[in-house]
């Protein structure tokens, strides 16, 4: 099929974001996976989010968390 627009050009270089654990969840909650748990289990697994991140001292100032241009998961495991 021809398609009147080509793309000319892709870009993608990776960014790097500091959240807090508070931000973190907070967009953590506003995901469609979260979201399709239902307000119960979703809460729960908040905090059992909000207890992994405090288990891993999470955030470390001097360790950025990283995300792929397009998106993709922190790392929680380093």
């Given at each position: 099929?021809?398609?009147?627009?080509?793309?000319?050009?892709?870009?993608?270089?990776?960014?790097?974001l500091?959240?807090?654990?508070?931000?973190?969840?907070?967009?953590?909650?506003?995901?469609?996976?979260?979201?399709?748990?239902?307000?119960?289990?979703?809460?729960?697994?908040?905090?059992?989010?909000?207890?992994?991140?405090?288990?891993?001292?999470?955030?470390?100032?001097?360790?950025?968390?990283?995300?792929?241009?397009?998106?993709?998961?922190?790392?929680?495991?380093?």
């Amino acid at each position: 099929m021809l398609s009147l627009f080509a793309e000319l050009a892709s870009r993608r270089s990776p960014v790097e974001l500091r959240y807090s654990a508070d931000d973190y969840l907070a967009n953590l909650a506003t995901q469609s996976g979260t979201r399709a748990l239902g307000e119960g289990r979703s809460a729960d697994f908040l905090v059992r989010v909000r207890k992994r991140l405090e288990a891993l001292g999470w955030p470390r100032p001097d360790r950025p968390r990283r995300r792929s241009a397009h998106g993709g998961p922190v790392d929680l495991t380093t």
